[in-house]
């Protein structure tokens, strides 16, 4: 039979090889996990994940899988990954990918609760698991360039709740071993269980985007495995008839060529974001277009003086629900160029305790954002790849002094070095686990080709 997008897919799934990952690809996807790790593990520490657990915990029959942060705790597989899931994206902490979603967690918890899941015999050894991470990803970033729609900063449909939940699919029915058939199957059962609406940002429900996708993602393979079927077009256009087509207003479908000596993942030519604190990315161009005018006010000034600062003026992109003048919560602040920029000027940095309720409450705080005046500039474009942050501050002397940033470090052209990424994975797990721990895992996911089990991690 002719091939369509679908089988495409389907062949790729199951015949790509650890071989075919290279030594970049390896490097940066470590990277990811790590990082993504650490980050479910601070998250652990937040109450939307107290909440997520504690409705999980209503069902404890087949209590096989750990969750992040809890170490007398096991639920079942579908339950870790949702709400492991939930802990990565508890505080906007984990990475993010172009086009314009968050890869890793919604493909890893579902990896590390099948891993647990699998019988003794039937242990995926470390490569296998990598290889699994890194299909996921695939699926996601090919799904993504479908849509030119897709490479800007979102609108309509949060991204991880769209692509990753068909990415974590993949990825679970690469490391069951399902069939060409099944793999079809399980990507056309995670469409229908795909997609949230960005009304739900700078609220308690966005992280659950993050572990919906990653539990129904593996429900879906763990469904295809037991016989379910699903539209074997589920990817392709179809005129009249909506398949994945349906969460993007422009889309056009490109077949994805079955691995021969060697494949090309996206992720050797598209690298990772890696966000410095705990916010919507956008947030890292305008805190350091922050920092700097902060230095330049300061060099100026003598030390900084909110008083002497007439009116702030931030030159962002257009994108409205990252526009939030006075956030009352810590879910907005997150998602406000405002207050991230206020607040870097206000402390010098901007952390975990930036986003604490008694942080977000202050006096002075809240004078600096009386100060605010937004500005669209035409040429600064609601793209992750094209945008830039522009903090400018009026003087009542008449002076300006302006801070500009076009590329955050941590940015994918402006990578995190090993030292600044293990010490954010170091800070992070601190949180819950004793050093001798967290070294145990800097050290698994370092040598993870080698792992002869990979449900150790």
């Known amino acids: 039979p002719e091939e369509t997008v679908t089988s495409s897919f389907a062949s790729f799934i199951r015949e790509v090889r650890p071989e075919h990952l290279s030594k970049t690809v390896r490097h940066r996807s ?66 993010t990918w172009h086009p314009a979603t968050h890869p890793s967690g919604a493909v890893l918890p579902a990896l590390l609760a099948a891993s647990q899941m699998l019988p003794p015999s039937t242990k995926p050894n470390g490569m296998d698991f990598l290889l699994a991470f890194n299909v996921g990803l695939e699926v996601q970033g090919r799904l993504m360039h479908f849509s030119t729609e897709a490479h800007n900063i979102p609108k309509r449909f949060h991204p991880p709740s769209v692509v990753g939940t068909l990415g974590s699919a993949a990825a679970t029915a690469k490391l069951l071993s399902l069939s060409t058939a099944q793999c079809a199957h399980a990507l056309g059962i995670a469409a229908s269980l ?67 000596d060697h494949h090309e993942f996206l992720l050797e030519k598209q690298d990772i974001a890696f966000k410095r604190f705990p916010a919507h990315l956008g947030m890292h161009w305008v805190v350091d277009a922050a920092l700097s005018v902060r230095n330049l006010f300061i060099n100026y000034a003598g030390s900084f003086s909110p008083s002497l600062i007439r009116t702030i003026v931030l030159k962002i992109p257009v994108s409205k629900y990252i526009n939030r003048p006075f956030p009352s919560s810590e879910h907005q602040a997150r998602h406000s160029f405002q207050f991230n920029a206020c607040a870097a000027l206000l402390d010098g940095e901007v952390g975990l305790s930036s986003f604490k309720e008694s942080s977000i409450h202050r006096q002075e705080l809240r004078e600096l954002l009386d100060k605010v ?30 801070g500009k940033c076009d590329t955050f470090y941590g940015h994918w052209r402006k990578p995190l070095s090993k030292e600044s990424l293990l010490k954010k994975f170091r800070s992070n797990a601190s949180h819950v686990l004793p050093e001798e721990k967290i070294e145990t895992i800097i050290t698994l996911v370092e040598n993870l080709e080698n792992l002869s089990d990979s449900s150790q991690l």
């Open 373 to 402: 005046v937004v500005e669209h500039p035409e040429d600064n474009v609601a793209n992750f790849d094209k945008m830039y942050g522009e903090v400018a501050l009026l003087l009542h002397s008449g002076d300006v002094l302006t």
């Open 194 to 260: 795909a997609g949230a609406p960005m009304a739900n940002a700078a609220t308690q429900a966005k992280p659950l985007h993050i572990g919906n996708a990653t539990r129904l993602g593996f429900e879906a393979a763990l469904l295809a495995a037991r016989g379910m079927e699903a539209n074997p077009l589920i990817l392709d256009d179809i005129p009249g008839c909506s398949g994945f087509s349906v969460f993007y207003s422009i889309y056009q479908p490109k077949r994805l060529s079955t691995p021969s």
């Open 30 to 95: 470590k990277r990811m996990i790590l990082d993504s790790i650490g980050v479910g593990l601070v998250g652990s520490t937040t109450h939307v994940f107290d909440l997520a657990l504690q409705y999980c915990r209503l069902y404890s029959s087949v209590a096989v899988s750990s969750v992040y942060g809890k170490p007398g705790v096991k639920l079942s597989p579908t339950l870790a990954a949702f709400t492991n899931g939930v802990a990565t994206h508890s505080m906007d902490f984990d990475d």
